[in-house]
Structures are given as structure tokens and as C-alpha cells.
């Protein structure tokens, strides 16, 4: 879910091919007493506490790592569950492969100890433990499958040999989503649209509708005393456990990604949810949600987090299993009422689109769980200006950051770089940035980029993506430059550089592949006349490949959405659709993280094609810039740095690759199950694997050699792509649609 560029790629290529494949009026659960008021109470701050003030609120949940008792990479985590007292209990396969020796363990709530009694130490090597569960005798259920990946459901009761169930599963592993036994024994398997529960007796008694999950990701279930709690289409669905009737529906406490949270049971008929936001507690009967740990403090609000199970511990604690950049983890939160529930200080971040700067919200969580007076809060201009135009929310933001408010630190993504370091909206970053080239740490050939003349710093990227180009040579070769991408194409009228899509992701490619040729003497200024070329060039080059201004959905059998789509920088995708399927000659693709690899790769090495990178360029990511006017310019210094750090470089969140040369070791370190298939139009089908250390070691020796970064100011490009749609729907010549252009420019530069 969080792997967004990956998703949107494979979703784009799937569609492509159609063709392959606060507060809770009822408080929380009575055993927390003195948790639970403390976490209400917590809830009805806001702002930020006054540490010298004598009424300042104190007492939240805080989070501590709870180690394995195993070394990394020794074993591997099945599953975490709690016997029928509420005991901790962990069941691992030693060793990397599927197939293995079975461990369990227990945990006191201190330490694990080994449960060498467990029957799941029996299961065979070459079964595969996916769920387990115990009821209320003690009774382990398990379900697993064998080697011809068949799904099996079997019970240990004490001192019997395992028993089998039929439970009508076999034939649905990929769609499991968890394992449930009520206390009259009764079991509840979450399957793709239904609930299959399954009686006592090891009959099917009912499949119980629930939304559709398609995904394993899915675990927001759980039962309670007198219901069975499932996800809908608007939100939590609650079955009674006699009839197996709906009962009600709970709205959702995020949105609909919380499918992707993980439900645990309370006392009676409450329960809770863990998700991105924290975990949550709904009274029985209860109508609103109430927050009792706040997840914008912990690991949970982490892109690279995802939640796989809430339990609810029996000493006032919660314990959450969760990956994190595919490491296993187990968090135990504990209520420490000396804790002020509220930090003593808030360090505001703005950008106008944090949701494709997952490395700066990563940076925010792991910061605040360094500094427990800090919080780091978010502020997205795309959410909070609403249906507002993406102009007016720049000159919005504008007009606060002359009048000397607004934010800390400024992503300074799409904004008026250049206009701010001139009226001094930004501090010099050099007395961090420097040292940290000096002493080896960020590449240099990046910093360079950064570097005015004085040696003065005033942004600095979080990440970097990096265009690549593969396919024909001799066509590869012509797309150095407009001129000689234009020169090809009139002699090749019926070879196409780029795929059917819509001319605006060809414009907004064609801008972002060759800006430093098209802009002027004054930088993040267009060249008039190399703007007309450029609306006739990309015409050309879309009329190649079958491009439209507007697609109807039916196209193609359904790929005119694709078609439709708007990419930002115009990578839609598709170039590998084309190249497949002889449509095109060349791929380009932005590589975001090392699973935007596995595709070029896989198609590189079937055909013999060379990957390149093109002219050197790339895109900087999560442009960091201090304030001259925040509150808090000491902290943003120190999380600037904080976000440059291995501490934040080391993951890969697929948002761009590391600007830490000390952090590139990790990446060429990680290795990862991750694999996919794809084919089109019925073609062949190839495998992609996740890079091996050739290919990994060939991408991040990339790095080394950027030149040229590309930043374009969001007003400016989407006022190239508006004041020139007449002349791609035939309306304007290309010299009337770029002098249109040039006038509504000069407005904007004169501000």
C-alpha cells in the first residue's frame, strides 16, 4: 500500500496489458483506569504545552521496542497471538526459506522463553504456519498450507494428535485473511468478500458478507464477547455471535485504509484499532472514536510502518506487530503518567504535497521518538486549501511568509525557490550542509547543485529520482535534446519515442526532461521560442504514438483511463507497454526506490537493451529550507540535519533514492522477497525479482553522477500546460499558444 510509485506502475501496467493480470463519551476498557482518563484527558489539549505551566496535562502512552529472542536473520516471525489467559505467544520459521523448522516462544511481558512443548514444532517442514489462534480451552487452531499451496485448517487439542477441519478453504490461501475462535468454540475465517464460519461441529455454518480484500494486508477483524467485528464498504461491520445477523455498522476512524489496521478485542463489547493515526478505542455502544495512543508520536505514523496486529496486554500495556522496510518488529506501549501528554514545543513542516515526500514524514516520526518535547506537525497545502487552485495556495502561503508567520521548515517542492532566497524568506543551511560533505557523508556532486557562489546553502533535497532511458539504440541516442528528438521523428513519421497517452503527460514530460534547454538567462524563466518548438515537438512526437488531447475510458478495451491519467512529471507507466509490445522504441522511466527497478530490469536483460541514464539529469526530493521567520529555527536546523542522517536515509520508501553516501551501504545491503510478473496482450509472461547486488551496486553508482537537477515551480508549469491546450485541441498555432504563455508568465514573474 505504502509502496505508492510500485503500486501506481504495476496498476498502470496491469490496466495497461487488461490484458495480463476525539473522545468517546464511554471511556476505554475498565482495567485501564488510570490510562484511560490520562489518554481523555490528553485528547482535549491542543497546541502546545507550556513546561513551566503548574496545570500542565501529564500522562500518555509511550512506545518501546521489544526485542526477539533471536538473532536477525536467523528466524523469521509467523505470527504473534495470545493464548487463552492472554499470554503473548510467537511462532517463527528458522531460517530464510519457505520451508522449515517451526518455533514457538512465550513471552512474560519481560522476556521469551522457548516453548519447546508447542505442537506446532510438530507441523511438517514443508508446511507453511499462515494463522493460528487459541480457544477458550486451550484448543490451538492453526491453518496452513502445504506444499501444492492448499489451505488447511487443523486443531491441537491437548493430548491429541492434530486434527483436520473441513472448513471449504483449500482452494483460497491468497485471500485468508485471519483466524478467529469465539468462546463456544466456533471458528471465523476472513476470506476475500466473506466470513467463513465454521461451527464446532467442523461444519460451515455461514459465509457472512464483508467488504472484498484482495489483499492479506486486510486484518481488521476481531471478536468480542457477543459479536464478530469484519470491514464493510463504510466501515466496521458487526455480526451477533448466536444469530450471525448484522447488527450495525461503525464508521471508520480514519477512512477506508483502515482495511488495512488491525482490530483487537476489549472487555465485552468494546475494542480497539491500531492504525497510521494511533490506537483507538470504541466503547460498546459507543458512537465516536477515542484516541488513547497517539500514533504522531510513535512508530505507527512511519510510511515505512505497517500495521499487522494489535493485542491488548493484560498489565495496562498494548503490544503491536508491524514491519518496517520489511523488518519484523514488535512495539510495546506502555502509560507513564509523569509523561506531559502534550510536547513543550511544535516544529511546523509545510509542503504543498506531502503525500509524495513519504522520507519527510519518516523523518517527522522518527524525530519526535528522539525528541519527546518536539512535535513535528505536518501541514499539507494540498489538504488544507481544499478545492483551492494551487496558485492560490502559493500566494496564500506567500503573503504569510513575508508577513513573518508560517511554517519552521518548507518542502520546498514546487514553490518560488528563487524568489524566496532573494527577499530572504530562507536561512543559509551551509554551516550543516558543508561539514557533512566534508566529512564524506552527502555526495558531493549533489551538494555542488545546491551551492551558490558564496558558499551559502538555502535547500536541500531529502531524496533524488532519476530518469532512465533504454530501448532502440539509435533511438535512444536522438533524445539528448529537442532538436535531435524532433530530427528522428520527422524522418520515422511511423516510429513513436513515446506511448498513447493524452499530449499533456508528453508536454509534461518533454518540460521535465529538457528544462535546462529550455529555460533563459534567468533561471526558472522559459524561453518563449523554445517553448513553441517544444508544443510542436511534443505534438509531433504524440501523433507518433496515437496521442489524443482526451481518450474516451473504452478505449483499447478499457486502458483510455490509463490514457487519461495526468502524471505530475509525466512518467505515466506506459513506456514499457509500449517498448513490449513493439509500439514504441524507446522506455523512460523515473526510478523512485529499488523496486522501480525490477521492471526495466527484467525487460533489459530479456531483450539486451542498455539502461542509461538520461543526460544526467534527476529530480530533487523533499527540498528542505529553514524559515528566516519561524519560532523554531534552532529545531528545524537540527531536523534538516536529522533528515539528511542515516537514520532516515537508510530506508527505502520508494519516494527517491539517499542523498547520504554512508546510507547508500544500506541500500546495497537490502535484500527483499519481493517479486511480480507481468505480461500484455496474452504475450509472454516475465518474471521481476528484486535487484540483485550487480544491479543494485550499477544503480547506486548512479549517484555519483548527477549533474543536473530539475525544479520546476508549480505556477509555472501548470500555466504551460493550461495557456497552451488550445493549441493540442487545434485551436492555436504553436506560436499564438506560447506567446499566450509568455504574457500570463510575466504577470507571474513580476509578483
Not at 263 to 282: Q, S, T
Not at 576 to 588: I, P
Not at 712 to 722: A, C, G, N, T
Amino acid at each position: 500500500m505504502k509502496n505508492s510509485h510500485l503500486i501506481q506502475r504495476a496498476a498502470a501496467l496491469a490496466l495497461a496489458a487488461v490484458m495480463a493480470a476525539m473522545t468517546a463519551g464511554c471511556g476505554a476498557k475498565e482495567q485501564k483506569d488510570g490510562a484511560a482518563d490520562g489518554a481523555k484527558e490528553s485528547t482535549k489539549q491542543t497546541g502546545t504545552a507550556d513546561p513551566g505551566a503548574a496545570d500542565v496535562a501529564k500522562g500518555r502512552y509511550v512506545e518501546q521496542s521489544v526485542a526477539y529472542p533471536f538473532e536477525d536473520g536467523t528466524e523469521r516471525v509467523l505470527d504473534i497471538i495470545q493464548d487463552q489467559n492472554g499470554e503473548l505467544v510467537m511462532f517463527t520459521l528458522v531460517g530464510q526459506e519457505v520451508e522449515g523448522k517451526k518455533k514457538a516462544y512465550r513471552y512474560d511481558g519481560s522476556s521469551w522463553r522457548e516453548d519447546t512443548a508447542s505442537p506446532v514444532t510438530s507441523l511438517m517442514d514443508s508446511f507453511y504456519l499462515a494463522y493460528s489462534a487459541y480457544g477458550p480451552d486451550g484448543t490451538l487452531y492453526v491453518i496452513y498450507s502445504d506444499k501444492d499451496y492448499k489451505a488447511h485448517l487443523v486443531k491441537f487439542a491437548d493430548g491429541q494428535t492434530m486434527q483436520e477441519i473441513s472448513a471449504g478453504i483449500e482452494d483460497a490461501m491468497v485471500l485468508l485473511n485471519g483466524l478467529y475462535v469465539s468462546d463456544d468454540s466456533t471458528v471465523f475465517i476472513p476470506s476475500n468478500d466473506q466470513v467463513i464460519v465454521v461451527g464446532a461441529d467442523g461444519t460451515v455454518k455461514k459465509k457472512l458478507p464483508q467488504r472484498s480484500s484482495f489483499s492479506n494486508f486486510c486484518d481488521s477483524h476481531t471478536l468480542t464477547a457477543n459479536s464478530f467485528l469484519t470491514t464493510g464498504d463504510r466501515g466496521f461491520l458487526r455480526y451477533d455471535l448466536k444469530s450471525l445477523a448484522e447488527k450495525e455498522v461503525i464508521p471508520f476512524q480514519t477512512d477506508e485504509s483502515d482495511v488495512y489496521g488491525s482490530l483487537a478485542r476489549g472487555d465485552g463489547d468494546d475494542f480497539y484499532l491500531a492504525n497510521a493515526k494511533g490506537i483507538h478505542h470504541m466503547a460498546d455502544q459507543g458512537t465516536m472514536w477515542e484516541t488513547i495512543v497517539d500514533g504522531s508520536l510513535n512508530s505507527m505514523s512511519m510510511p515505512s510502518a505497517y500495521v499487522k496486529r494489535l493485542l491488548v496486554g493484560n498489565d495496562n500495556d498494548f503490544y503491536l506487530w508491524y514491519t518496517e522496510s520489511e523488518e519484523q518488529k514488535l512495539a510495546r506501549y506502555t502509560y507513564d503518567p509523569e509523561m506531559p501528554a502534550i510536547p513543550s514545543k511544535t516544529l511546523t513542516v509545510y509542503g504543498l504535497n506531502l503525500s509524495e515526500n513519504q522520507t519527510v514524514k519518516q523523518a517527522a516520526s522518527l524525530f519526535q521518538m528522539e525528541h519527546p518535547d518536539v512535535r513535528v506537525e505536518l501541514i499539507d497545502g494540498a489538504s488544507e486549501s481544499g478545492s483551492t487552485l494551487k496558485s492560490d495556495t502559493i500566494r496564500s502561503l506567500n503573503a504569510e511568509l513575508l508577513n513573518g508567520n508560517g511554517a519552521d521548515v518548507l518542502v520546498l517542492d514546487g514553490l518560488p525557490i528563487e524568489s524566496y532566497i532573494e527577499k530572504g524568506v530562507l536561512e543559509d543551511l551551509s554551516d550543516i550542509i558543508t561539514p557533512m560533505v566534508k566529512a564524506g557523508e552527502l555526495y558531493p556532486n549533489i551538494a555542488e547543485s545546491f551551492t551558490g557562489s558564496g558558499g551559502s546553502v538555502y535547500q536541500y533535497p531529502v531524496r533524488v529520482s532519476i530518469p532512465i532511458i533504454y530501448g532502440s539504440g539509435t533511438a535512444v541516442n536522438q533524445m539528448t535534446s529537442i532538436g535531435t528528438l524532433r530530427a528522428w521523428q520527422e524522418a520515422n513519421p511511423d516510429k513513436a519515442l513515446f506511448p498513447k497517452t493524452i499530449y499533456e503527460n508528453i508536454l509534461r514530460q518533454m518540460i521535465y526532461l529538457y528544462y535546462p534547454e529550455l529555460a533563459g538567462k534567468d533561471v526558472g524563466q522559459l524561453d518563449t521560442e523554445k517553448v513553441r518548438i517544444l508544443l510542436e515537438t511534443a505534438k509531433l512526437a504524440g501523433d507518433a504514438g496515437g496521442s489524443r488531447g482526451i481518450f474516451d475510458e473504452s478505449e483499447d478495451g478499457g486502458r483510455g483511463q490509463v490514457y487519461n491519467t495526468v502524471e505530475t512529471r509525466g512518467f505515466t507507466g506506459l513506456s514499457d507497454y509500449g517498448l513490449l509490445t513493439k509500439s514504441t522504441e524507446v522506455s523512460l522511466v523515473e526510478l523512485s526506490g529499488m523496486m522501480d527497478v525490477m521492471t526495466p530490469s527484467a525487460i533489459i536483460d530479456k531483450y539486451g537493451y542498455q539502461m542509461e541514464q538520461f543526460n544526467d539529469i534527476y529530480y530533487p526530493k523533499g527540498l528542505l529550507g529553514v524559515t528566516s521567520f519561524g519560532k523554531e529555527k534552532e529545531t528545524a536546523r537540527e531536523f534538516v540535519e536529522f533528515a539528511l542522517s542515516p537514520k532516515v536515509q537508510n530506508g527505502d520508501l520508494n519516494d527517491g533514492f539517499t542523498v547520504n553516501v554512508t546510507a547508500s551501504g544500506a541500500w546495497e545491503e537490502r535484500a527483499s522477497m519481493v517479486s511480480i510478473s507481468f505480461s500484455f496482450d496474452g504475450g509472454e509472461t516475465l518474471s521481476a525479482e528484486y535487484p540483485d547486488d550487480k544491479k543494485k551496486e550499477e544503480i547506486m553508482g548512479m549517484l555519483d553522477k548527477l549533474r543536473t537537477p530539475i525544479s520546476v515551480d508549480d505556477i509555472l508549469l501548470e500555466m504551460i500546460v493550461s495557456e497552451t491546450k488550445g493549441y493540442f485541441e487545434g485551436k492555436q498555432t504553436a506560436a499564438e499558444a506560447a506567446g499566450q504563455f509568455e504574457n500570463k508568465a510575466k504577470l507571474y514573474y513580476a509578483e
